[in-house]
């Protein structure tokens, strides 16, 4: 299959998912997840229309975001952890860091950052000790820590779903960030309009229990070989 016939059957599957969910596809939008994915393969997904691209490592977006400098109206997502000594490259990259899990790591984005910078608060929903994220049970400190800073610009939540994938593993997982989502926002009264889950192989999962943006790698590119 080339990246033309993936991205036809991926945006059937979102469809199908939206109409299932009773949602409208404009909800949605698609991260194109580029870790390991070469520069002229990025560029061959921005012909085929995506903007927002993520990245899960700092020392690989180094290697390549550079040399993508000329593609217009890009914007960089960091989605994996991100180390404290990292942090002041990570700043000058990417435009939104979905990987926000701890005051530590919050204090010293908001130090480095020159200009404000978009952030999500991840959330380890799964609970699996392997995963990053914070505890379901302080989200809401760090949600509060985080609005007191400065430069952090906090639109919403991420959450990596459980592995292997279960409808009632995700659904679960998925379902927890949205009444995560939904507490704060009644407890902070403001709005936090992104809900960032569900992968290749479990977002339709995600559409329904409320996604507003997907982390595609797969699903767009083919198997990565590492
Ligand atoms: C790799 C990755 C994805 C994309 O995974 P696919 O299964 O290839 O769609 C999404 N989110 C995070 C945090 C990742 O590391």
Redesign the pocket.
Known sequence: MNMEQRIKNLYDRIKKACDKAERDISEIQV?A?T?TVSTDRIEEAYKWGFRNF?E?RVQEAREKIPNLAHLKDVKWHL??HLQKNKVKYAVRMFDMI??VDSEQLAYEISKRAKDNIDVLVEVNTSMEPQKHGAKPDEVFDLVEYVLSLEHLNLLGF?T?GPYPVSEKGSKRAFSLLREIRDKAEVKFDRRFPILSMG?????EYAILEGSTM????????GE?TY
């Open positions: 991260v997840v870790k993520g899960n989605i994996g979905q990987s991420m990596v992968m290749t192989e479990d977002f997907l982390r595609i790698g797969r699903g767009i590119f990565r």
